[in-house]
């Protein structure tokens, strides 16, 4: 994919998990695909669905006719297998360097995993957790709605519109801009969304601090 090149500047980051900072693509397959077959449902369609929503988002969407109270026990369930489930984890290129680059200025984790899960992947992955997270635990609607992006800057003390998202997904990008930020999208899937910018990778951002305590970002 090509990359685009442009510079932005925020007072804080609010940050993906999944596709994002972490390559977890490996179990996500793996579990997803095994949900699909169970339920009689196409594993490719199933897959277009899932990535940056929560399960039982996602279960809504996959099995209209279900209960909320079926798609929370079933997800409740798929989280535990995933969180046991580490094989092939591996961080997104230059991710550690990217959060070394952070430490000590506002950015937040905003992710559809709950917290056991986040902390696995960030673990398998070797990277740190950030101080400031917004888990599955701590939002009532999964995104696409933007309450997690909005719940992230609050934690941060900054407005939704000093901030810039970083998501791999299509249903995160959505996020983002319905929260009033803007999104620079990573990985392959984020450049069918129109986000402000797009890299391949974390490789391709470089943060600076100004003066005024702002952030300056150079992307692509």
Sequence with gaps: MTATTAVFTARALLLDMDGTLVNSDAVVERIWRRWAARHGLDGDEVMRVVHGR??????????PGRSHEENLAENARM???ETADTDGVIPVPGAPEFLGSLRG????????ADAALAAARMAAAGLPLPDVRVTAES???SKPDPEGFLKGA???GVAPADCIVFEDSGAGIAAGRAAGMRVIGVGPRAADHAPDAVVRDLT???VE????????LTVG
């Design 54 to 63: 929560q399960g039982h988002a996602s279960m809504a969407l996959l099995l």
């Design 79 to 81: 989280l535990a297998e």
């Design 105 to 112: 200025l506002p950015h937040a984790l905003v992710t559809s």
């Design 139 to 141: 939002v009532g609607a």
């Design 154 to 156: 609050a934690g941060l």
């Design 204 to 206: 391709q951002v470089r």
């Design 209 to 216: 601090t100004l003066e005024d305590g702002r952030l300056r």
